[in-house]
């Protein structure tokens, strides 16, 4: 025994003065995202087995799941599967309750709400749901019984629903939208956690108690379901489904003469202007002919309601547009109508055109014409020969290099490939380019400078320049100067709010306590843009911004071509009203400040107040920022 502890001893001196000890472990590079899939979990109230799963990356060796929960309800967490974690959960036969569930890998840890509703007896549920229909515009009526009882009330179209069904045998109609249900709540509650709710208060906000009334505005002449089922405080579903089918109305016609100009038809691209007697929406689209030749009004509208992103032809007022096409030589309508929720409100019109032949040849010359010019922009005309050349159009300082254009225009176009915006330079420069003659417009300009216009013909097949850089003559911007058209501001009366309100309770209802300025503009010679606003303030001193700093702030804020607004004002406060007016040259008028102060005693008396039969809008005052 001695002689051991000796040798034993002897070793350990060995090993702690030995410079080839042993080597320090290897530190293990653990995972860097440890994440679960779902957003929340609602289990039945009967309890039972579930799962959830949960992704790893990252280390080259995955330490060990961990799964906890401080709650007993939930128990016998099994990891056996790889990204899966099982569990059982109790039978709930008291009140509604929710837990979190924690996994851990290493430092990292991610966790998901487990919500159970307490047991519950269908038969002692029940809803009536009603309908007012007027039109697109549906009101939704649901008397819950009992009726404090919480619940979820929407809707679904049935065209769509039995779409859905169709691809998914064996699955009913409840079963789909039980399932569409329990999606909703649970992205209610895992968005809801990031406005800083509780998952009982994310299901508050899209559920209901007791007696209610929903409104919504809908496609006409289309059938719907209405549904409604119980739900606890977690959001647990805890009844079956209530059905209801409803058929919304018409939609009132509009009275907007809608009248189509197609301005240009080339071998790939159609011009056109759509003009608009008011500003009823209304939606425009180019089609090829072959695809709606032979379809009925009815059929038409239904095509363009299955189209993914209708939303993007909708248009109010005039407007216009050139739109790319597939197919040289062949024949394409320009459609437009009105459009309110999935109806046509007037009749469809169509014009129809027949696109070109390219033969691929570079432009043998462009021609420029030169329409206007003010200090701040040009407008000219364009026109390459032959019409169906593809050339890009812009303009330049008059002494700038034509191959430094060529290669900021190939870099730019380069730019936008790169990032992924088009999959090659060809597609890119048939966007950037045009074709034909067109009138094209360069603004942001500065007064008394050399300017030129500029085109550059473009190979169809590979988007490279196929011509050199052809130049206008040289174009001379004027210096800008003060307009003599102008505009004039009556603001004389301001009225209590008080007095307004209890006048006109509806029209003044938030008037309390403001003084209410009607301004009323006037214009005076050739005055295209105006612009006014009552800021807070004294901007009147010798300190005040500058008139370019005004006229910045309300060509950004500022009311705009606004014959008459309603501006709630305080009293006691120093006050400016500003404006000023542009002319059709782009030159501005003088900059008009005028300090107001408005008191209480000194309205005047509300018989005076004529304004509301215009066409007014309300709008509160601000400060001007330097």
Not at 188 to 195: E, H, V
Not at 597 to 602: A, F, R
Request: charged share 25%; proline share 4%.
């Amino acid at each position: 025994m001695k002689r051991f502890g000796i040798l034993f001893i002897a070793l350990l001196s060995l090993c702690a003065c030995s410079n080839e000890g042993p080597d320090t472990p290897t530190k293990i590079d653990e995972p860097t995202l440890l994440q679960i899939n779902e957003n929340a979990l609602t289990v039945k109230s009967t309890g039972g087995e579930y799962a959830f799963t949960y992704v790893v990356e990252g280390g080259s060796e995955i330490p060990e799941i961990t799964v906890t929960c401080e709650d007993e309800w939930i128990h016998d967490f099994n990891t056996s599967v790889e990204g899966v974690v099982s569990f059982v959960v109790d039978q709930n036969i008291s009140s509604s309750r929710i837990t979190r569930v924690t996994i851990a890998c290493g430092k990292l840890k991610d966790s998901i709400v487990v919500s159970q509703g307490a047991m519950s007896s269908n038969a002692d549920v029940s809803f009536e749901i009603t309908y007012d229909i007027d039109g697109p515009y549906v009101t939704m009526h649901v008397t819950p019984e009992p009726e404090g009882l919480r619940y979820f009330a929407w809707y679904y179209e049935k065209a769509l629903l039995q779409s859905a069904l169709d691809k998914s045998p064996g699955v009913t109609l409840e079963m789909y939208l039980e399932k569409w249900i329990e999606v909703d709540i649970s992205n209610a509650i895992y968005y809801g956690a990031y406005a800083g709710y509780s998952p009982e208060q994310a299901v508050a906000e899209i559920t209901l108690v007791g007696p209610s009334s929903q409104n919504f505005e809908l496609n006409g002449n289309t059938d719907f379901y209405g549904f409604v089922c119980a739900v606890n405080d977690s959001g647990q579903i805890l009844s079956d489904l209530t059905i209801k089918e409803f058929r919304t109305g018409p939609v009132e016609p509009s009275d907007n003469q809608i009248s189509i100009n197609v301005t240009d038809v080339n071998s790939d691209r159609i011009s056109y202007n759509v003009t608009t007697t008011n500003m009823d929406q209304y939606a425009t689209l180019v089609l090829a002919a072959e695809t709606i030749e032979g379809l009925s009004d009815d059929e038409l509208i239904e095509f363009y309601n299955n189209i993914e992103e209708y939303i993007n032809y909708l248009h109010f007022g005039n407007s216009s547009a050139t739109v790319l096409v597939d197919k040289p030589d062949t024949d394409y309508y320009v459609l437009a109508f009105g459009y309110e929720y999935g109806m046509a409100t007037t009749e469809i019109h169509k014009e129809k055109v027949h696109t070109l032949v390219a033969d691929g040849k570079p432009a043998d010359k462009f021609e420029f014409t030169i329409n206007k010019v003010t200090h701040f922009r040009i407008n000219a005309t364009v026109e390459a020969v032959p019409a169906t050349c593809l050339y890009y159009v812009d303009c330049c300082y008059a002494d700038e290099d034509a191959e430094e254009l060529k290669k900021n225009v190939r870099e730019a176009a380069q730019w936008y490939v790169d990032a992924g915006y088009y999959s090659n330079l060809a597609d890119c420069m048939k966007v950037v380019g045009t074709k034909g003659k067109q009138t094209v417009e360069f603004d942001m300009l500065t007064g008394n400078t050399d300017y030129k216009v500029y085109a550059i013909g473009i190979d169809e097949t590979t988007g490279e320049f196929n011509t050199d850089v052809i130049f206008s003559e040289v174009i001379t911007t004027p210096e800008q100067k003060q307009s003599e058209s102008y505009i004039s501001i009556e603001c004389d009366k301001y009225f209590d709010g008080f007095e307004l309100k209890e006048a006109y309770p509806s029209e003044f209802s938030d008037a309390d306590g403001w003084a209410v300025v009607p301004v009323e503009v006037e214009i005076h010679g050739d005055v295209v843009d105006y612009y006014y606003d009552i800021y807070l303030g004294d901007l009147t001193t010798a300190d005040g911004p500058e008139d370019i700093a005004l006229i910045l702030d309300l060509e950004m804020y500022g009311n705009h071509n606004t014959p008459i607004t309603m501006s709630y004002c305080y009293f006691y406060e120093p006050l400016t009203l500003v404006y000023f007016a542009k002319d059709g040259d782009d030159n501005n008028s003088a900059v008009t400040r005028i300090p107001m102060c408005l008191y209480p005693e000194s309205c005047n008396d509300i018989s005076e107040f004529h304004y509301l039969d215009s066409a007014a809008m309300y709008k509160a005052l601000r400060k001007f920022n330097k």
